[in-house]
């Protein structure tokens, strides 16, 4: 079967480094996604990698390791407004999302 | 620019009755659309998608139905709702010729089946 494991919570401080992990076990790959979502609201689209290697975009980077089916989300210089839910999914060989539960980040001051 | 919209934002409804939530998207042509649901603590689950006017593909076989009357609109149906029914419903769309299957989600449509 498809499957994609990330953990359920985490928690961090304001200002500090989170990496966020996600594997994953699918029927090909196309490609894996990084999407933040805020309680009650709905996803935006963080990051796309299908190459092996880092991705940086601003204060938040997205590593790939297609031959170990693991990926991480890395979120710098965190800030209160980054508590939200971050959720992974990888495209199959069909183009289809497959999608992780979700990994619910909690910032502390 | 592209947006999408949703609606309603919010909906309590009784077991038994219907549902209709509705789905545009402007600013662009032929977009994939789709229909997910997400429970708590659980991953999103597609319900259908759509590449095309009247092309419909189920993911779930549920009492839900979905229909794609203009290209730029998708509706989610049922005729009778079960209290399993209840959850954030999202539609969204992508542009698969652009490469990555990027998704824009709308708003969400928090339905309660009481």
């Known amino acids: 079967g498809q499957n994609i494991d990330q953990p359920t919570e985490m928690t961090a401080t304001e200002g500090a480094i989170v990496q966020i992990n996600c594997t994953y076990q699918t029927s090909g790959f196309n490609g894996l996604f990084w999407y933040q979502q805020h309680a009650g609201e709905a996803p935006t689209f963080l990051s796309y990698n299908v190459l092996d290697g880092l991705e940086e975009k601003g204060r938040f980077s997205s590593f790939l390791s297609r031959s170990k089916g693991y990926s991480y989300l890395l979120l710098k210089e965190l800030q209160m407004k980054d508590s939200a839910s971050y959720l992974c999914a990888v495209q199959d060989s069909n183009y289809q999302l497959i999608w992780g539960a979700g990994t619910k980040l909690i910032i502390k001051p | 620019s592209q947006t999408i919209h949703q609606w309603p934002a919010t909906l309590v409804q009784p077991v038994g009755s219907p549902l209709s939530l509705e789905c545009t998207v402007e600013g662009t042509s032929n977009p994939n659309l789709y229909w997910y649901r997400q429970a708590a603590g659980r991953g999103l689950q597609l319900l259908f998608y759509?590449?095309?006017?009247?092309?419909i593909s189920s993911e779930v076989p549920q009492n839900l139905s979905a229909s794609r009357p203009q290209d730029r609109q998708f509706i989610l149906s049922s005729k009778k709702l079960l209290l399993s029914d209840s959850g954030f419903y999202l539609c969204?769309?992508?542009?698969?010729?652009?490469?990555?299957?990027?998704?824009?989600f709308g708003a969400g449509s928090r339905l309660t089946v009481l």
């Open positions: 969204a769309w992508s542009d698969l010729g652009a490469g990555a299957n990027v998704l824009t």
């Open positions: 759509s590449v095309g006017i009247g092309q």
